[in-house]
T-cell receptor, first 114, second 114 residues
Framework: AQTVTQSQPEMSVQEAETVTLSCTYD???????LFWYKQPPSRQMILVIR??????QNATENRFSVNFQKAAKSFSLKISDSQLGDTAMYFC???????????FGQGTTLQVKP | DAEITQSPRHKITETGRQVTLACHQT?????MFWYRQDLGHGLRLIHY???????NKGEVSDGYSVSRSNTEDLPLTLESAASSQTSVYFC?????????????FGSGTRLTVV
């Protein structure tokens, strides 16, 4: 079965510092997509960044970047220059390209402290 | 602008009652999904649909049903609400399987079964 695991239920970081959220996944597929979603207290699911498995280059979106290790099946999210508005729950997710199902990890609650 | 809307935003119901949560999207997406979000479990797939008249069971489908009579709507019905179904429910849609653009989510429905 395809699974996504986030082993850090809660994390905190000081404003302006850098934090890394971990994610591992398990799949037998070779081509797939990985995502990080942000869920602030408003409950809205916001796409932060995505990675295509066939691309070796790590994705970057402004202060957000990923460390994608395909062989290790690892997909961590790095947030640089953390801001108070980054406080949210973050979900790692994997798309099963055969069924289109989005499979989520358990989530990591991130608190950015002033 | 295209959007995906869920209603109601909050609902309280009694054990044993039938409840229907609405999901309406104007993206003209063929694929629609229902998830439930519970602490420690992330988002888990309840049901999904690839198009009109198509429905499929997800990993936590017991006690839930869906129907797809048009492209825009995928209502989720709880046949006989149970306290274990107290949760936040999200509807999502995508243009294609393994959509590299990610999935569009509604703002969620918080359901409390008393």
């Amino acid at each position: 079965a395809q699974t996504v695991t986030q082993s850090q239920p809660e994390m905190s970081v000081q404003e302006a510092e850098t934090v890394t959220l971990s994610c591992t996944y398990d799949t037998s597929e070779n081509n797939y997509y990985l995502f990080w979603y942000k869920q602030p207290p408003s409950r809205q699911m916001i796409l932060v960044i995505r990675q295509e498995a066939y691309k070796q280059q790590n994705a970057t979106e402004n202060r957000f970047s990923v460390n994608f290790q395909k062989a290790a099946k690892s997909f961590s999210l790095k947030i640089s220059d953390s801001q108070l508005g980054d406080t949210a729950m973050y979900f790692c997710a994997f798309v099963d390209s055969n069924t289109g199902k989005l499979i989520f990890g358990q989530g990591t609650t991130l608190q950015v402290k002033p | 602008d295209a959007e995906i809307t869920q209603s109601p935003r909050h609902k309280i119901t009694e054990t044993g009652r039938q409840v229907t949560l609405a999901c309406h999207q104007t993206w003209n997406h063929n694929n629609m999904f229902w998830y439930r979000q519970d602490l420690g479990h992330g988002l888990r797939l309840i049901h999904y649909s690839y198009g009109v008249q198509d429905t499929n069971k997800g990993e936590v489908s017991d006690g839930y049903s869906v129907s797809r009579s048009n492209t825009e709507d995928l209502p989720l019905t709880l046949e006989s609400a149970a306290s274990s179904q107290t949760s936040v429910y999200f509807c999502a849609s995508s243009e294609s399987l393994g959509d590299r653009l990610g999935y569009t989510f509604g703002s969620g429905t918080r359901l409390t079964v008393v």
